[in-house]
């Protein structure tokens, strides 16, 4: 079990309390589409994904990185528990979809360098200690039923 102390809690809830979904989630999702586009393999059925502007302009990549997103807001409120929370995602991914699980390592990192990016110079060294903490802590059980 992970220990989180007061102050990574807080931090975790405020970054979450003061995203904006329906932005950071489609420019996450997109950033990773377009960085590490092997990982386009998995969206096959979302349509055109031929460049940067495709993906960035497609309506379903921008919906599922905002789902992405609010399925984060459950290890949020489960911080104690992350594991079980994400033990039925992590067997759909695994089993159902075939996620390489190096896939949410990437997507997390694409994900922090965007809410850097929103947060700018308030994105200090111990928010991101304490929210790469916490994105591991989801890649690791998202990974679990591959081990």
């Not at 931090?11 to 996450?28: H, Q, R, T, V």
């Not at 599922?64 to 067997?91: C, F, P, Q, W």
């Not at 759909?92 to 699980?101: F, N």
Request: proline share 3%; net charge neutral.
């Amino acid at each position: 079990m992970v220990e989180w102390s007061d102050q990574e809690r807080s931090i975790i809830n405020s970054i979450f309390a003061s995203l904006d979904y329906e932005d950071i989630g489609p420019k996450a999702l997109s950033r990773c589409l377009i960085v590490y586009p092997w990982t386009q393999r998995y969206f096959g059925g979302f349509g055109n994904l031929y460049n940067a502007e495709a993906i960035k302009t497609n309506p379903m990549i921008a919906a599922h990185g905002i789902k992405v997103l609010h399925g984060l807001d459950r290890a949020v409120k489960n911080m104690d528990n992350i594991k079980a929370t994400y033990a039925e995602l992590s067997v759909m991914h695994s089993e159902k979809l075939h996620i390489d699980p190096d896939n949410f390592k990437l997507l997390a990192d694409c994900l922090t360098i965007v809410i850097a990016a929103k947060m700018g110079t308030a994105f200090t060294a111990d928010i991101q200690a304490a929210f790469q903490k916490f994105l591991s802590v989801v890649v690791n059980a998202l990974g679990r039923q591959y081990h």
